[in-house]
C-alpha cells in the first residue's frame, strides 16, 4: 500500500470517534460533482446523457464548501464530469484543504497543463488522473486518439511541480490480466505516487451496457491481475488492502452505501455515488430518509454485479479498523489468487430494478423553470 501516514491516522481518528460516538452510520468520502459536463465521451460514462441545461448547470464554491461542512467525511473527491471546466475549482479545493480534509481531485487530464498554476501542492491536496490501462485501451475507452499521452505528460508535469499524484482505473468486460498487469509496471515507472482500481459500474444510460463486467469475470480478472504482481505487493495502491482481497472475491462484504455519498447538481443522491434514485436538499435527510435495507447486492436488481469501491472501499475499511490482523496479512502475504472463492450474496430476494433517469432529467427541468421564474420576478419592469 502506498498510503501517507498522516491520511492513515486522520482517517483512523475519525472512525475512532464515530464508534466512539455510537453511530452506525457515517461518511468516510464525499463525493463531490459540481458538474457532469465533461470534455470527454467515455462509452462506460453515466453521468453525461444530459440535455445541455443540465450539463451546464453548476455548483457554486459557496454551495460545494456548505456541502463538505455538512457532510463532515475527512476526504474530498472531486469529480464530474470534468472538474477542471469549473471556474470555481481552486477556490473549492483551498476551502477543502483549509478545514484540513484532503481533496482529491479525478479529472482527465486533458486541461491540467493550462489549469495548473492555479494549484499549490499540499499534504492535503491529490491529483488523481483518470487513466483506464495502456495507450490503446484508455484511448478506447474515452472513445479519443492521443488522450493517454496527454494524461502521462500533464502527469509528469504535475511531479515536477511538486504536487502528490496517483491515477484511478477502471476496467470493464474487455479487460486482459497480463496486459493490464503489463500497464501497472509502466506507470509505476512513471513515478506515481499510488494508484486506485475499481471494475466498472453498469450505470442506467451509460451507451455501452454490454462492456460492463459481472461479479463472476470481476473476481477472476483481479486474480488475474494481482497474481501477476505477487498478490499486488508490486504496486503501490492506494486503497485498502482488504478492498483489493474482496476484488479477488476472498471477501463475503455487504456494501456501505453511506459510506461514500454523493453531492451533485440535483442535490444529495440518493442512495449512492452510483444509484441516482432520488436526491433530497439536505445531508442528515440522506442519512435519515434513505430506506438503506432496500439497496445493495442481494437486495435490489441494479446492484446485483457491483463491486465498485465507492460500495465497497468502505465496508473494507472499517474492517481494517475493527481486524487490523486481516488488514497486515494481506499486505505481509499479497491478496490470495488461488483456491475457492469466498461465498456470494444471494440474489433469490432481490427487488426488480427501476427505472429513474427521465423523472430526475424532469424534476432538474423543473427545478431550473422554478429558478428562472424567481429571477424574472424579481427583476423591475419597465414602466
Avoid at 474487455?174 to 512513471?190: C, T, W
Amino acid at each position: 500500500m502506498s498510503i501517507p501516514l498522516r491520511y492513515i491516522m486522520s482517517i483512523g481518528g475519525y472512525i475512532l470517534r464515530q464508534h466512539l460516538a455510537g453511530r452506525k452510520r457515517y461518511p468516510l468520502v464525499l463525493m463531490l460533482e459540481p458538474l457532469f459536463r465533461c470534455n470527454l465521451a467515455c462509452a462506460g460514462c453515466g453521468k453525461i446523457d444530459y440535455p445541455d441545461h443540465i450539463l451546464d448547470k453548476r455548483l457554486s464554491a459557496e454551495d460545494c464548501l456548505a456541502s463538505v461542512d455538512e457532510c463532515g467525511a475527512p476526504v474530498v473527491v472531486i469529480a464530474g464530469g470534468e472538474p477542471l471546466l469549473h471556474k470555481e475549482l481552486p477556490q473549492i479545493v483551498e476551502g477543502i484543504m483549509a478545514r484540513k480534509k484532503f481533496a482529491i481531485v479525478c479529472t482527465n487530464a486533458l486541461l491540467l497543463a493550462k489549469k495548473i498554476d492555479q494549484y499549490k501542492p499540499s499534504p492535503y491536496f491529490t491529483w488523481s488522473i483518470h487513466l483506464d490501462g495502456d495507450e490503446e485501451m484508455h484511448d478506447r475507452a474515452v472513445s479519443q486518439t492521443g488522450v493517454y499521452k496527454r494524461a502521462v505528460e500533464a502527469i509528469k508535469l504535475a511531479k515536477s511541480k511538486g504536487f502528490r499524484v496517483t491515477i484511478n482505473s477502471t476496467f470493464f468486460q474487455d479487460a486482459d490480466p497480463a496486459r493490464v498487469a503489463d500497464f501497472f509496471d509502466e506507470v509505476k515507472r512513471i513515478g506515481i505516487d499510488g494508484m486506485t482500481v475499481s471494475p466498472g459500474y453498469a450505470y442506467e444510460r451509460a451507451p455501452n451496457q454490454a462492456h460492463f463486467l459481472n461479479r463472476a469475470r470481476t473476481k477472476e480478472l483481479f486474480r488475474g491481475i494481482l497474481k501477476r504482481g505477487r498478490g499486488g505487493r508490486d504496486w503501490a495502491f492506494v486503497q485498502s488492502g482488504l478492498f483489493l482481497d474482496f476484488l479477488a472475491g476472498n471477501q463475503s462484504y455487504h456494501c456501505t452505501p453511506w459510506g461514500n455519498p454523493a453531492r451533485t447538481v440535483f442535490g444529495w443522491q440518493r442512495p449512492c455515488y452510483l444509484l441516482g434514485e432520488g436526491y433530497v436538499p439536505t445531508f442528515k435527510q440522506l442519512m435519515d430518509e434513505t430506506d438503506w435495507d432496500s439497496y445493495g447486492v442481494g437486495n435490489y436488481e441494479k446492484c446485483a454485479d457491483c463491486m465498485v469501491h465507492c460500495g465497497f472501499e468502505a465496508t473494507a475499511v472499517k474492517d481494517a479498523v475493527a481486524r487490523p490482523w486481516k488488514a497486515a496479512l494481506v499486505a505481509l502475504r499479497g491478496v490470495k489468487t488461488e483456491g475457492d472463492f469466498a461465498p456470494d450474496i444471494s440474489l433469490e430476494k432481490q427487488r426488480p430494478a427501476q427505472y429513474v433517469f427521465d423523472k430526475n432529467v424532469a424534476t432538474l427541468s423543473e427545478l431550473r423553470e422554478a429558478e428562472a421564474k424567481e429571477r424574472a420576478e424579481k427583476t423591475p419592469t419597465a414602466a
